[in-house]
């Protein structure tokens, strides 16, 4: 797991121990009183420590809310269930119940809402909680070409527009499903999104053949062995 407290600033040395209390606090304060009526002096006396120290460590509330919405997401871990289908299914999950979570619900929402107005807010989700979760992606990657379910990528460029993508497709989907629409992403539903995801890598090397061949001298099983009449979209 990744930390996700935020560089220091010059002084006094940092407290792991503070930082966790004053991010967890944020995230009780923002599904209490919302995005509007949270402020540092709230979350200060949540947290049980001066304002000062808040202000040392971020530069508003912005920052901060950000900052607590990531650390949950530094949660995410890439299962090894022994096939890329299973191991995306795996984290699909994870995120899922992350995004079940009020706390998650309220921080995101808020931020992503903020954004619209602060290109700055923007950037600080970008780096702090997309940049940090797309390892996800790269480690799942690695893992499925040291398998021979994915074929080596020589051209780093394409490399990153295709993590990108996946990423993209993944968190855009799930998002949707549980934030927007209000509806579960439960198991039924996260094995067709695997199997919508998998053969769209398959087809990037050709079109699949009935056994699963990618096209790419390996093999992409959108079925992944996690059961493909299941999985089918509906």
């Not at 009183?33 to 509330?61: F, H, I, N």
């Not at 289908?85 to 998650?104: K, T």
Request: net charge negative.
């Amino acid at each position: 797991m990744q930390s996700s407290t935020p560089a220091g600033r010059a002084g006094r040395p940092r407290s792991a121990a503070a930082d966790t209390a004053i991010l967890a606090a944020t995230r009780a304060a923002l599904v209490d009183l919302g995005w509007s009526k949270l402020t540092l002096g709230d979350v200060a006396t949540r947290a049980g420590v001066a304002k000062t120290t808040l202000y040392r460590r971020w530069a508003g509330k912005n920052e901060l809310v950000v900052d607590a919405v990531a650390e949950l997401f530094d949660e995410l871990e890439l299962p090894d269930r022994g096939s890329l289908a299973a191991d995306i299914e795996g984290v699909v999950l994870q995120f899922a119940a992350i995004l079940a979570r009020p706390e998650a619900r309220s921080g995101l929402m808020a931020v992503v809402a903020e954004s619209t107005r602060d290109d700055a807010l923007r950037e600080r989700i970008r780096t702090s909680i997309v940049e940090r979760q797309k390892r996800l992606v790269l480690e799942g990657r690695a893992r499925a070409q040291a398998r021979g379910e994915l074929p080596p990528e020589n051209d780093a460029a394409e490399a990153a527009r295709t993590a990108d993508l996946i990423f993209d497709v993944v968190a855009g989907a799930v998002v949707h499903r549980t934030l927007v629409s209000a509806r579960a992403a439960d198991e039924e539903w996260v094995r067709g999104l695997t199997q919508v995801l998998l053969w769209g890598l398959a087809g990037a090397g050709g079109e699949p053949s009935d056994s699963g061949d990618s096209g790419y001298g390996g093999s992409v099983d959108p079925g992944g062995g996690a059961g493909a009449e299941a999985a089918a979209p509906r």
